[in-house]
């Protein structure tokens, strides 16, 4: 099983950012989402596709429907430059999107 | 507040075998239905799962990975643990252990990662 994102994404300071992470009937899957600063630890932002942890500001939220879910930002600030990574359990395997960079510029 | 943290050798020579340990503080590796993992991510690139293990000792294993992994736990020293045995240039990574807190949730806490370059 795979899930695909886009490589990169640009948005513009206090605009709408979407990360999308596709896969065959990906809806029926639970995603979660990690953001990853330069030479940090990820960090679970989304799970069980919009539902947020303890901490993560309310700017970022998620959806799931058909074969796509959708990480979005909105009101993007600058820290949220970093990558981005979906995963699904598939079988019992974690499976991890190829990340997608988030530039705020 | 749950803590992990990656402790082993930082060079490992080809053919050998890698051996890494998780240290969890903060609560119990038995606690609840937590289950623990092994990541890993080569420089520049993405997050590879490598396994993961129940408190009971249950495991399961990327199976691109094939038989070369082994995660094991000591619940009495709240510590986890990876093998990854014939080891090649492909293994260097930036590895990462991390809890998962049940059934389709996400994973999080992560350590802070650990090094690993596999070179003679």
């Known amino acids: 099983y795979e899930v695909t994102q886009p490589p990169s994404v640009s948005v513009s300071p206090g605009q709408t950012a979407s990360i999308t992470c596709s896969g065959d009937?990906?809806?029926?899957?639970?995603a979660s989402w990690y953001q990853q600063k330069p030479g940090q630890s990820p960090v679970l932002v989304m799970y069980q596709d919009s539902r947020r942890p303890s901490g993560i500001p309310e700017r970022f939220s998620g959806s799931s429907s058909g074969d796509t879910a959708t990480l979005t930002i909105s009101g993007t600030q600058a820290v949220d430059e970093a990558d981005y990574y979906c995963?699904?359990?598939?079988?019992?395997?974690?499976?991890f999107g190829g990340g997608t960079k988030l530039t705020v510029l | 507040q749950v803590q992990l943290q990656e402790s082993g050798p930082g060079l490992v020579k080809p053919s050998q075998t890698l051996s890494l340990t998780c240290n969890v503080s903060g609560d119990s590796i038995s606690s609840g239905s937590y289950y623990w993992s092994w990541v890993r991510q080569p420089a520049g690139k993405g997050l590879e799962w490598i396994g993961r293990i129940y408190p009971s000792g249950s495991t399961t294993y990327n199976p691109s990975l094939g038989s070369r992994v082994t995660i094991s736990v000591d619940t009495s020293k709240n510590q986890f643990f990876l093998k990854v045995t014939s080891v090649t240039a492909a293994d260097t990574a930036v590895y990462y252990c991390?809890?998962?807190?049940?059934?389709?949730?996400?994973?999080?806490?992560w350590g802070q990662g650990t090094l690993v370059t596999v070179s003679s």
């Open positions: 991390a809890m998962v807190r049940g059934v389709n949730k996400g994973f999080g806490p």
């Open positions: 009937k990906l809806g029926t899957k639970y």
């Open positions: 995963q699904v359990w598939d079988s019992y395997n974690a499976i």
